[in-house]
């Protein structure tokens, strides 16, 4: 039994794997496959219902070939045992012709990498923000015209949107050298559509903010993590605080729902037989059993 509304659709919202061909370590200490594996073990270990993955962007760190066949042979499994669709995100440090030979057995030249997903009359548009050759990002005219068309017919459930740079002020001030370019019009197309949520990853670090009124979240990378809170917006790289976000999408809103990588020490909790017999009560005497601060509820 559910004491809360349940959501119409989940989203697992991953970021910045960056693997490596071979089984190479990031920095040559950063064992990204086992990061990789362990974020996804702990998104079946919810137990959710799932609809999609998302990973926005920075799949693999140098746009090996083999990298991407790597990340199809972890992630695959993970999202069969889910029932979900995975959705890849075009990241900068991430090569559109590996990139769609890999992930999905196409062959491009330099073409943006922009798709849209129908998840049960949720529609999720992957953005490509990347520019050949630089790790800045930007949203070109083209670019703008086709996210027009798409958002021009409101989808059942609203629209999510997908994309590697964010459209904020990074924290980490070093970032905002290789942040999204050409905002204005990308607010422009965004402003009275049905985008409830933008979604994205390239900073390393989970944060949350707005972009022309419409909530942004960025996920935690599974590889490592940026110290948002370095002194004077240094750029520093850590082993740990990896993480990704559940996404829950209501018909009212939408529950963004960081979860760190790793078991800490348990506490405190209640076991599942205390939800069950919460679960037997009325509602009236719930909540005077879990809410009223002179309770003396137990559960039998």
């Known amino acids: 039994m559910r004491f809360g509304p349940a959501p119409t659709h989940t989203i697992a919202h991953l970021s910045d794997p960056h ?22 073990d702990q998104v079946v270990r ?8 998302v990973f926005t962007g920075d799949l693999a760190d140098l746009g090996e070939p083999d990298a991407y066949r790597a990340l199809r042979e972890i992630v695959e499994p993970a999202a069969k045992e889910l029932s979900c669709t995975v959705i890849w995100v075009m990241g900068n440090h991430d090569e559109r012709a590996p990139y769609a030979r890999g992930l999905f057995d196409l062959a491009v030249d330099d073409e943006p990498q922009d798709r849209v997903y129908d998840l049960r009359g949720l529609r999720v548009i992957a953005l490509d923000s990347t520019v050949t050759g630089y790790h800045h990002g930007a949203i070109d005219d083209d670019q ?15 629209t999510l949107l997908a994309l590697h740079h964010p459209p ?5 001030d070093l970032m905002n050298v290789i942040g999204l370019d050409n905002q204005d019009a990308f607010a422009s197309v965004l402003r009275g559509s049905d985008v409830r949520a933008i979604l994205a990853g390239h900073l390393h670090h ?3 903010g707005t972009f022309a009124g419409i909530p942004v979240s960025v996920a935690a ?28 999408i209501h018909p009212h809103g939408l529950v ?7 078991s800490p020490p348990v506490v405190s909790g209640f076991s599942p037989q205390v939800q069950d017999a919460l679960a037997a009560l009325s509602p009236a005497e719930r909540r005077e059993a879990f809410s009223s601060k002179s309770s003396t509820w137990t559960p039998s």
């Not at 919810?46 to 993955?53: E, H, K, L």
Request: with cysteine.
């Open 19 to 40: 693997l490596l061909a071979d089984g190479r370590r990031l920095h040559g200490v950063i064992d990204v496959i086992d990061n990789l594996r362990r974020t996804l």
């Open 46 to 53: 919810t137990g959710r219902s799932i609809d999609a993955m």
């Open 144 to 158: 703008i015209a086709w996210l027009a068309d798409r958002l021009s017919t409101p989808s059942q459930y609203a």
């Open 168 to 172: 904020l002020v990074s924290a980490v």
């Open 206 to 208: 989970s944060c949350h």
């Open 221 to 248: 990378a599974s590889c490592y993590s940026l110290d948002g809170g370095a002194p004077n917006g240094a750029l520093v790289g850590v082993d740990g605080r990896q993480g990704f976000d559940l996404v829950d």
């Open 256 to 262: 963004h729902t960081h979860i760190p990588l790793g």
